[in-house]
């Protein structure tokens, strides 16, 4: 059936892609490759996919469309499902790490680009496909170095691309008048400090500017749902017919957006607001790029993103709350000129502008670790994972310590050769070292300890954290006992328990909501673990899956088993509080507040930590004791490669 009528942007004029849409078509046809490139907004990512599925497409494979976040990727995809009134799953679908909406009928997939990235590796001809669109590419995650490209610089896509056309579609934009602020400079670290700036600049607008929406940029769930509560808090007491300038403003609805967020709750985010009633969409950098929110007319940037960021000091990718680059902060602005002229506030000063903001913002594949990535591309047959033409080129050193940790992880041998268990690590959507303990406790046949484990560490934020004084004394209570249940000394084991009870609850909601622990949270580390449990047992059926045995007790094999995926990430004490990390940096760190060892740290001599967080100080989370003598065997491989064997032999 023939869909064609333009679709409407909010001042119901047709998007700027609908005038060009023949000849889009056409050059799809004509070129092996093409680079489309359009202001945000234009309809690239909902109707591009449609008109290629009209132009008869999907006759001849499916069409992928790739997005850096999974957030994007299921909103996207409801939102085309519902253009194409088709239901979501069914013609139209997406998948995501650990969540996938499709058919056999599924004609338009929209997916994350680690997703694409494993179909690659099944089926390195994506014979399924009749075209595979990469969106979004400026943002070059890691997972888009096999094959990906950018909007912004089109001439090096191009070429990389060998010289491939490039689609201009002509879009209009409004000015933006961007301030400055003054409450914070080059000095702020805390987020308080900038969280409550915006929410006082947002009333400002709320009350002293005339109608239209506002969007404020934050970096995270948390400060986002702090953010949210003083609005409403503040904004209950607003006199309509004092405080605020536009008479016809009545009201403000606030709405958080963020990645882990229900699907229902984000469709609200797109609707117009009831009449008379402002929208004030509280935001991660998600809005920046990859989701348009029709009707915005005003900014409110706070200058900051949480990033993930190798730190080469601790030797391991800390996600970090970083001030942006500027061209990050030029397009958060131009999101206000979309339909009409905006404004933008930016609650920083010049000051921070000239010295904390770098111009551009580093391509993720130059600033995280490579361990995965490499490992990737070694099974897809790149044996020279140095000179591999990658479209930013990562600095060689990380590309040395990357091999260096898969050699560690045994995951590629001396020869730069992928081994048998690096085949079967590739498969799991984990980290390296965290596949490499759940595959060590399946050998020992105790992986029912493991992939809970695993599942929870891969979702957000387990434990509620209210913030208000009293509440939080509560919450911490709660969690101590929670802790204490599963002996009180290993903050791994306490992840399993609290996996365990709320499961074998019979309310699990409301068992949550007791323990302060996030439902959400739990049920999407439910979903996870089935997963994760699927991926294995596919693996299991292999003829040449390891199997081991062991004879101790039953909490020492599941920490044995933790150690042959964590022993990159072991401290010893040191002097007073602190431990010295064994992996060549020999870091000084703490146990976080959080742990469970924290108030016990006296009797600790080994532990093994699962992550690191640097503040004033570089704390260790999520910890557990440990015996020299489980490492004992494991801690030279942290020496004795030479990075510099490895890299003549994937050079060779
Ligand atoms: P681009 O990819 O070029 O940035 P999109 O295709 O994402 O543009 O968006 C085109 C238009 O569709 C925008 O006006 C946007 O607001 C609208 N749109 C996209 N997703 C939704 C949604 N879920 N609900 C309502 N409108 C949407
Ligand atoms: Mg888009």
Not at 240 to 259: A, S, W
Not at 406 to 426: P, S
Request: aromatic content about 8%; overall charge neutral.
């Amino acid at each position: 059936s023939s869909r064609s009528e333009p679709k409407e942007s909010s001042d119901s004029e047709p998007l700027p892609i609908y005038h060009h849409k023949s000849k889009l078509v056409r050059a799809v046809k004509d070129s092996t490759f093409l680079v489309v490139t359009g202001e945000t907004g234009c309809g690239k990512t909902t109707q591009l996919p449609q008109y290629l599925h009209e132009a008869g497409f999907s006759k001849r494979g499916k069409i992928g469309v790739t997005q850096p976040r999974r957030v994007a990727a299921i909103t996207v995809a409801q939102r085309v499902a519902q253009e194409m009134r088709y239901t979501l799953g069914k013609e139209v679908g997406y998948q995501v790490r650990f969540d996938d909406c499709t058919s056999e009928d599924t004609q338009v997939k929209y997916m994350t680009d680690g997703c694409l990235l494993r179909e690659v590796l099944a089926d390195p001809g994506l014979s399924q496909y009749s075209v595979v669109i990469l969106d979004e590419v400026h943002e070059r995650s890691l997972n888009t170095v096999v094959v990906m490209s950018a909007t912004m610089e089109t001439e090096k896509l191009s070429a990389f691309l060998g010289n491939c056309p490039v689609f201009v579609i002509p879009g209009r934009t409004f000015p933006v008048k961007c301030s400055f602020g003054s409450a914070v400079g080059p000095k702020e670290t805390e987020s308080t400090g900038y969280v409550k700036e915006v929410v006082k600049v947002a009333l400002d607008v709320h009350t002293s500017e005339m109608s239209g929406d506002i969007l404020v940029f934050l970096t995270g769930q948390n400060e986002i749902e702090r953010a949210c509560d003083m609005l409403y808090e503040k904004a209950e007491t607003i006199d309509y017919r004092f405080d605020v300038h536009d008479q016809t403003v009545e009201g403000l609805l606030i709405l958080p957006l963020y990645g882990s967020m229900p699907t229902d709750q984000q469709r609200q985010i797109f609707q117009p607001p009831p009449r008379g009633i402002r929208k004030c969409v509280v935001a991660t950098n998600i809005a920046a790029t990859s989701l348009t929110i029709n009707g915005i007319k005003y900014i409110i940037d706070s200058g900051f993103v949480k990033q993930l960021n190798h730190n080469s000091r601790v030797g391991l990718d800390i996600l970090e709350v970083v001030p942006i680059s500027k061209s990050e902060a030029q397009q958060r602005a131009g999101r206000a000129g979309r339909t009409s002229a905006g404004k933008c506030f930016r609650i920083y000063n010049t000051e921070f502008w000239e010295k904390c903001m770098p111009e551009y913002t580093v391509p993720e594949i130059q600033r995280t670790s490579l361990t995965a990535v490499v490992l990737t591309l070694k099974c897809l047959g790149v044996h020279d994972v140095i000179r591999f033409p990658y479209l930013d080129s990562p600095e060689e050193r990380f590309i040395l310590e990357a091999l260096k940790q898969l050699y560690q992880f045994d995951a590629i041998d001396r020869r730069g050769k992928v081994t048998k268990l690096g085949e079967l690590m590739v498969e799991f959507p984990l980290h390296p070292g965290l596949t490499r303990a759940v595959l060590k406790a399946a050998s020992y046949g105790c992986a029912d300890l493991m992939l809970p484990v695993a599942a929870m560490l891969s979702v957000e934020n387990i434990f509620i954290r209210p913030g208000h004084p009293e509440k939080q004394k509560e919450a911490d209570q709660r969690h101590r006992a929670l802790a204490s249940k599963s002996g009180g000394m290993n903050d791994f084991a306490t992840l399993l328990s609290i996996f365990q009870l709320c499961r074998s609850s019979e309310k699990p909601s409301a068992w949550c909501k007791e323990n302060w622990i996030h439902w959400r949270a739990l049920k999407s580390a439910f979903s996870v673990e089935t997963q994760l449990r699927e991926i294995l047992n596919r693996l299991q059926q292999r003829s040449d899956f390891p199997v081991e045995s062991f004879n101790g007790n039953k909490n020492e094999l599941f920490r044995r088993c933790l150690c042959a995926g964590y022993f990159t990430n072991v401290a010893r004490r040191s002097i007073g509080k602190s431990f010295c990390t064994m992996d060549g940096h020999g870091s000084m760190v703490h146990i976080h507040p959080s742990s469970a060892l924290f108030e016990n740290e006296k009797d600790l001599d080994w532990v093994m930590f699962h992550d690191v967080l640097v503040t004033s100080k570089v704390y260790v989370r999520t910890v557990c004791p440990i015996r020299y003598g489980w490492v004992k065997d494991l801690l030279p491989k942290l020496h004795e490669v030479d990075v510099y064997e490895l890299s003549n032999v994937a050079r060779e």
